[in-house]
């Protein structure tokens, strides 16, 4: 298996549904896959491709080879089953991976590419390519694309929402079977890494937080969930030879409250998306976000 290189963006777990937040564009219109966009191929987009090859999205399927045991379990929790969790028909694959339409009950390969971002290709890729490059955003190919399924990533506004319905989550069900939250993402930084397949240099604009702050707004707060897993058990079961046999462990059991975590909350708490954190944050200034966060949990529930 190729050496998974160090992912960059959050540590992307088993982010179920991918584009949550998106139009449900996927069931109108054909994947391709990368090899259909450009991939070995010398067309409009094979430098892009380049890119890719070497990007941290290639390598989403094989992270989750690397940690399987991890994986299956929160995939487990989540009621996916480890047993289908690298189906192309898992909600897993929807975001970890590009599944290629009538591939859905295969175990996916590929990693995230062209189509997770910039839509399915089956309708638009011919299309796409009538028209002038001169004439930039109103090329007629690139109009007529965005009618037949390829989402306007120019569009800031777009461009984070797509991003978000990755690399936020904010379901209880995932979060309480381990699923990171995706929480303190850095979005100008995970611009500027897949802005190296642009033709042009990103921009201050192209790093703007705002669109990501109101996507993350649209999408809702993440809960705060005091959880906390059982301790497995071994359990023995008699062999055919006579002698004892011992069989994996059921998964931890997720239940409420921590007794390391004294809190209990018996009223709703609302709190809003974490404050993002720049990457020059120093350790102090990160802590004092956590401090501020505790203090206002500790609020809501009427500690002092």
């Known amino acids: 298996m190729t050496k998974v290189k160090k992912i960059l963006f959050v540590p992307i777990l088993i982010v179920a549904g991918i584009l949550m937040t998106a139009?449900?564009?996927?069931?109108?219109?054909?994947?391709?896959?990368?090899?259909?966009?450009?991939?070995?191929?010398?067309?409009?987009?094979?430098?892009?491709?380049?890119?890719?090859?070497d990007d941290d999205h290639k390598f989403t399927v094989e992270s989750i080879y690397e940690d399987f045991d991890r994986y299956s379990l929160i995939a487990d929790r989540a009621g996916v089953g480890a047993d289908k969790m690298m189906n192309g028909s898992s909600d897993c694959m929807k975001c970890h991976a590009t599944v290629v339409s009538g591939n859905e009950a295969d175990e996916v390969e590929e990693g995230?590419?062209?189509?997770?971002?910039?839509?399915?290709?089956?309708?638009y890729k011919d299309p796409h390519q009538t028209g002038e490059a001169k004439d930039g955003y109103q090329r007629t190919g690139y109009l007529e694309g965005l009618k037949l399924g390829m989402f306007e990533m120019s569009n800031l506004k777009v461009r984070a929402e797509v991003c978000v319905g990755c690399h936020y989550i904010n379901d209880e069900k995932l979060i309480r079977a381990g699923h990171p939250t995706g929480d303190g993402f850095g979005y100008a930084k995970g611009i500027r890494q897949v802005s190296q397949h642009w033709?042009?240099?990103?921009?201050?604009?192209?790093?703007?937080?705002?669109?990501?702050?109101?996507?993350?707004?649209?999408?809702?707060?993440?809960?705060?969930?005091?959880?906390?897993?059982?301790?497995?058990?071994?359990?023995?079961?008699?062999?055919?030879?006579?002698?004892?046999?011992?069989?994996?462990?059921?998964p931890p059991r997720i239940i409420a409250g921590d007794p390391f975590f004294p809190l209990k909350a018996t009223k709703k708490i609302t709190l809003g998306p974490f404050p993002l954190v720049s990457d020059s944050a120093?350790?102090?200034?990160?802590?004092?976000?956590?401090?501020?966060?505790?203090?206002?949990?500790?609020?809501?529930?009427?500690?002092?």
């Open 199 to 250: 033709d042009r240099e990103s921009t201050s604009k192209d790093k703007d937080k705002k669109p990501f702050r109101k996507a993350v707004e649209k999408r809702g707060p993440i809960p705060m969930l005091a959880v906390t897993a059982q301790p497995r058990t071994q359990t023995s079961t008699a062999s055919s030879s006579g002698g004892t046999a011992r069989r994996s462990p059921p």
């Open 23 to 53: 139009p449900d564009i996927f069931s109108q219109h054909s994947t391709i896959g990368p090899g259909g966009c450009g991939l070995g191929q010398s067309n409009c987009h094979a430098a892009d491709n380049d890119w890719w090859k």
């Open 282 to 304: 120093s350790i102090d200034e990160i802590l004092l976000i956590l401090k501020k966060r505790l203090e206002l949990i500790y609020k809501q529930l009427g500690k002092k």
């Open 112 to 123: 995230v590419s062209c189509e997770s971002c910039h839509g399915p290709g089956g309708g």
